[in-house]
């Protein structure tokens, strides 16, 4: 009995071409160059929505794999956004004169910052100028003398006074000393040593003793008056240098004022700091010696006017529009700022000057993109986003006092306003993480935009792939490319979509291959890129990365490798495995081969036995014995022990793909009926039969051929694929061109049965109405074979029966009654004696 074979798909069904006459355009030179997304409206349409939402939290997490250009045309629509929104102002941190461990945060008009510091430092430079000049006036000078001269003579008056009072003591006198003025034991007003004062008699001493004392009292009080008078002196000659001070300071602030009178924060800040030079105007006056710093609990600075400066963190070019920051390494430091710190006596020290700021200042206003992961990894920086966005505040804090082993002087800068929209870029798997397990983030990132990693294939969608060969040719400098550049370049972005009827939107790999288009039709003398540039530039890197695949058929050509795709063999079929080595995937045939035999063990996976098999594949093996069983048990019990195993596979086994080749070999290997070697299948099987959609079905495919190729083709070789993968196929040049000739093979099936014409020759047989298949079918061989195998293990080891003659056994059997076919399994242990 005959079957006939399901069609082989025709060379125009492997792929879909892009003609080049449906492009409209010679060259890429007449278009214009892509400046917005293409196949991506759904994903662009939510970060616009995101980005006009004025609400805090509609942050934008853009899901999408790396090279999809999410990144690229994200940054150009904030870019052209951004240019018609208004500039952020300036942000500055100054000394703060009250808490002088919180510096203070200033906002100034966009551009302004270093017109402030500038402001500030020309104020210290005239100051310390005039200052000196003024405080050291002849009329100051003089009005100074004339202070200290007051003060002296007070002094000598009081001491004067006392020394009168003193002189009618007979005990005691008052004498000066290198260290000042003394009251000493005397006679009649002479003073005496410690030696005459030990001759004197006891009462005489005491006396003298009881003198000194009441005399050194009514001296103490003198002497604080004396030093009444120096602290009235010198406090007359601070009011006198603040007085002269104040003038010149108010003078040269009051110019600065008048440029600033429009900003509130800054007019205060002036004030604040005029104050300040008032009050510690003696250092200006101090030339050429170093002073230390007004402010309580500082340490002595190299600089003395140091908390008078203005340091500037982020400034913006006027009118440049809102910015748009992207931080390739957002480090706790560079996303949030850092204080830097100097060692000075074993103890860092920080001050307003040191902080720095990060990539969320400069985009404080604007518009800030991140790598979620590069986030993610970074201690502290996650969480740390996650508060400035939530408070709507940046705070800078030290992660230095968490790690240092050293003591440190901590600051506590002034929070800063934030107004910003981040956008995240991440895969799927970080997206649904966060928004499992993170409730801030939840919060925090309302709007996903998930950015698919292909585009529907159509007309417009291959002229956009021009626009966009336009826009890097204009950015590179590359020669432009023809029509029939373009329409391969459309083809291989359908193969890397996997699809005919989608376009890749994987940009950065389209890119690379127009680089290395240009690159060789520049280095071959053209100006024009043309078809067998771009046909070149795909074989070459496929040579660069295709090392592995090339030692793998070498293997297979010394037949190391065990493939031999010709003649017919029982239990034995090909199925087709993808490897992937990173930047090139390709696929291995693996032979598949059964064993089957009388027993009850069902079907036996060595692969699952070892642990070599992933749970997916373990699925697609138990699949099975409910296949044989729906197909072959319905009338008794399915006696029959078999084994499955893979050729030459020494890694583990995971995917369904090869179900399909594995069913074959097992009623191959059952009904006893050869499978052709020279045809592959792959394909995943469900327990009704149905052959189902599979990945990599042209990798598999183009394994396949190169194998075959490589043995020798022989005209009868192919590959079976699910019916549902046609539209997966985009195979090249070299398979198409087999096809053709005749050379190559491919075969859709939808159903199991489909298969077995083109492997076997044979029909796989269907029930007629006793429900039973024709004989010479591969199912009614099968059938037969089982069939045999329950009789056979029901009769196994049943007493032969005594009879009295030759003949008697068979008489005996003959005379009993037919028994009807077991209808419950036999027991594993097998039948009781």
Known sequence: MTAT??????????????????????????????????????????????????????????????????????????????????????????????????????????????????????????????????????????????????????????????????????????????????????????????????????????????????????????????????????????????????????????????????????????????????????????SGEESESSQEGVPIEEDPLANYRVNVIVCHTPDSGAPVVQEESPTYHNLIGRIEHRVQFGTMIADFSQITAGAIHQANGGYLILDANNVLRQPIAWIALKNALRTQSIRLEEIIEYTSLIATTTLKPQPIRLKVRVILLGD??????????????????????????????????????????????????????????????????????????????????????????????????????????????????????????????????????????????VGQLYGLAVLSTGDHSFARPIKVEASSFMGTSGVVDIEREVRLGGPIHNKGVLVLSGYLGDLFAQNHPLIMSATLSFDQLYEEVEGDSASAAELYTLISSIAEVPLRQGIAITGALNQKGDIQPIGGVTTKIEGFYRACKRRGLTGEQGVIIPTRNMPNLVLNDEVVDAVRDGQFHIWPIRQFEEGWPILAGLPAGVRDGDRKFPDDSVYGRAAARLSGWARGWRDFGKPIRQGRGVGAETAAEEDEPEKPEPQGEPDEDGPEE
């Open 428 to 569: 799927p798997y970080t997206y649904h993480l966060l928004h499992a397990y993170d409730d801030d983030f939840r919060e925090l990132f309302k709007v996903k935009a998930d950015f698919s990693p292909y585009m529907e294939r159509d007309i417009e969608a291959e002229r956009g792939y021009g626009a966009f060969i336009a826009a890097r040719g204009e950015e590179e400098s590359l020669p432009p490319f023809d029509s029939s550049a373009v329409a391969r370049v459309a083809q291989f972005g359908s193969r890397l979509a996997g699809h005919q009827d989608r376009l890749s939107t994987q940009f950065g790999a389209i890119g690379d291959l127009v680089r290395e288009a240009g690159f060789f039709a520049r280095n071959d003398g053209r100006v024009i890129v043309t078809l067998d540039d771009v046909q070149r530039a795909i074989r070459e890197r496929e040579v660069r990365v295709n090392r592995p695949e090339r030692e793998l058929l070498s293997l297979i050509e010394e037949d190391t490798l065990t493939v031999d795709p010709a003649g017919e063999k």
């Open 5 to 286: 074979a399901p069609t082989s798909l025709k060379p125009e069904q492997l792929r879909r071409a892009c003609d080049p006459s449906t492009l409209e355009f010679e060259t890429t030179a007449e278009l214009e160059p892509l400046r917005e997304a293409i196949g991506q409206d759904l994903a662009m349409r939510a970060v616009q929505f995101g980005l006009e939402v004025e609400h805090p939290g509609y942050n934008i997490f853009a899901i999408g794999l790396p090279g999809s250009g999410r990144a690229t045309m994200i940054r150009q629509l904030l870019e052209d956004r951004a240019k018609d929104e208004p500039t952020p102002t300036d942000w500055c941190y100054v000394y703060n004169f009250d808490k002088t461990r919180e510096p203070r945060a200033l906002a100034v008009p966009a551009g302004r910052g270093p017109d402030l510091r500038g402001d500030v430092e020309g104020l210290l430079e005239e100051l310390q100028e005039s200052l000196p000049r003024v405080l050291q006036s002849d009329d100051v000078r003089r009005e100074r003398d004339d202070i200290a001269e007051r003060a002296m003579e007070i002094q000598r008056q009081l001491i004067e006074d006392f020394q009168k009072q003193i002189e009618d003591e007979r005990y005691v006198s008052l004498v000066q000393t290198p260290t000042g003025w003394v009251v000493v034991p005397a006679l009649g007003n002479e003073p005496i040593d410690e030696k005459q004062f030990q001759t004197l008699q006891e009462e005489q001493r005491e006396e003298i003793l009881a003198r000194r004392r009441e005399m050194e009292k009514k001296f103490g009080e003198v002497q604080r008056k004396v030093r009444e008078t120096e602290r009235d002196a010198k406090r007359l000659v601070h009011d006198l240098q603040q007085m002269v001070a104040k003038a010149e300071v108010e003078h040269c602030v009051r110019e600065i004022k008048g440029r600033w009178e429009s900003v509130e924060e800054v007019t205060a800040y002036l004030d604040r700091l005029a104050r300040d030079l008032i009050e510690n105007a003696e250092q200006f006056s101090d």
